[in-house]
């Protein structure tokens, strides 16, 4: 039977429904509505629906979840809209109310209980890497997500996007809990490792390291560090997000740090987020908000600082660079210009600008393992973009979008290399050219 309704428990607000005024703005920048076509599969539809539920004219039931699932929590909404709807935080809470009062297939239940219990916990994913790269050294990864479409395209998602593995990821390489800085100590910094990008793309934190302690940072990692709890929070599941936030809190309250940083943008905005994630705990809310303060994105972080080291070309002739926009970058911590700015400061860089550049590359989190046909013919889009502005280096902040992006370049045949900023400005401090 379909659930009624939203419960009592912060359903979306009214007040920010009634703020809309169905104008259609959104549209053109909402990436599930390009592809899909449907007024319901757009902002302004989701947010008919919802008005709708509250008032008790239709029920939260399969036809409408799919419609709310079908949002890929961009933001490019928030920014668009002329009225200053908050978007961003209706699909919120619609989204726990999804996952408090409705029951999802057997199907789509198993699906997300593996992401939720594997992604986000660290050690885990480590357990299971060693499978993950038999199956490709078999190369049981050429046929596996063939078979599984037919099952489970979510489940043929994962297996078609798994990011190739090495023997050397595989081997865990625990950080000293404090790195000092090369030469003066300017700035005591803590750094968060992520949970995904730890294990399959763990060179972009050696970069951020290196940099760090290369413009005078102490860096402090510490140890225990899990989940910052972004994937959870996007889908949801707010219990889970919560503890996972908690716990992040407790492991950066012993050092007395200058600045939290972190070199993924969906992990950034959900850091300062934890303010509003843990506003009704009294014991955590007042330092969870302190806590949000003192995060920075690394681009945002060395944006502001001046640079006690030359940088170096990257190559012999100037280098053309085209910078992707991560969404939770650029409409949910409004940075855009500071990466450029940073691109900027390496000699040779020419910076190109792609098409659409703030459209969703359809990662989103887990969104492209959830909702893999649309998400595919926007990573599609965005890869042809990107290549079409003839750049030899895609530059992108965000591991999500990173493992997409280098997914759709392998189907197009196209080996174009995919660099988070930090590590092309290792390189350049270090003068190692292409």
């Known amino acids: ?51 709708a539920i509250l008032q008790g004219d239709i029920a939260l039931e ?115 809990t404090v790195l000092p800085a090369q030469g003066e100590r300017r700035y005591r910094v803590g750094v968060l490792l992520g949970c995904v990008q730890r294990l399959f793309n763990p060179e972009v934190n050696a970069a951020t390291v290196r940099v760090l ?18 994937l959870p929070c996007h889908q949801g599941e707010t219990r889970q997000a919560q503890t996972l936030a908690r716990w992040m809190i407790d492991c950066f309250r012993p050092y007395d740090l200058d600045a939290i940083l972190i070199n993924a943008s969906g992990c950034g905005h959900t850091l300062k987020e934890y303010g509003h994630l843990l506003a009704e705990d009294v014991e955590y809310r007042d330092v969870a908000a302190a806590f949000s303060r003192q995060v920075k994105d690394i681009q945002e972080f060395l944006a502001s600082v001046e640079f006690p080291v030359p940088l170096h070309p990257l190559s012999s002739q100037p280098l053309t660079v085209v910078y992707q926009d991560a969404c939770h970058m650029i409409h949910g911590q409004k940075i855009s210009l500071q990466p450029r700015q940073l691109l900027r400061r390496i000699p040779g860089i020419e910076l190109r600008e792609p098409l659409d550049a703030a459209l969703c590359c359809g990662s989103a989190g887990v969104y492209n393992f959830l909702q893999p046909e649309t998400a595919a013919e926007l990573g599609r889009q965005k890869v042809t973009n990107l290549l079409n502005t003839g750049a030899q280096v895609i530059a992108s902040a965000n591991i999500g979008c990173t493992v997409q992006i280098q997914h759709y370049l392998r189907e197009r045949g196209a080996t174009t290399p995919v660099y988070h900023p930090v590590q092309l400005l290792d390189r350049s401090i270090r003068n190692l050219p292409f």
């Open 62 to 176: 399969t036809a409408t979840v799919g419609h709310f699932d079908s949002c890929l929590g961009c933001l490019a909404c928030v920014t668009a809209c002329p009225s200053g709807v908050r978007y961003d935080e209706l699909i919120a809470a619609t989204r726990a109310q999804i996952q408090r009062n409705y029951r999802r297939p057997w199907s789509e239940r198993f699906v997300r209980t593996v992401l939720f219990q594997l992604l986000p916990y660290p050690e885990r994913l480590r357990l299971v890497a060693p499978a993950l790269w038999l199956y490709q050294r078999l190369g049981l990864n050429r046929w596996v997500p063939h078979w599984l479409r037919r099952v489970s395209p979510p489940l043929a998602a994962m297996a078609e996007l798994l990011p190739p593995l090495t023997l050397a990821q595989l081997l865990p390489r625990p950080w000293p």
């Open 1 to 51: 039977m379909p659930s009624p309704g939203f419960d009592a428990q912060h359903p979306p607000s009214q007040t920010i429904i009634d703020t809309c005024v169905h104008c259609g703005f959104c549209l053109t920048t909402c990436p599930s509505y390009r592809v899909l076509g449907t007024e319901m599969d757009s902002p302004r539809g989701r947010i008919y629906q919802m008005n």
């Open 213 to 230: 302690r290369a413009v005078g940072c102490e860096v402090v990692i510490p140890p225990q560090q899990g989940c910052c709890a972004a």
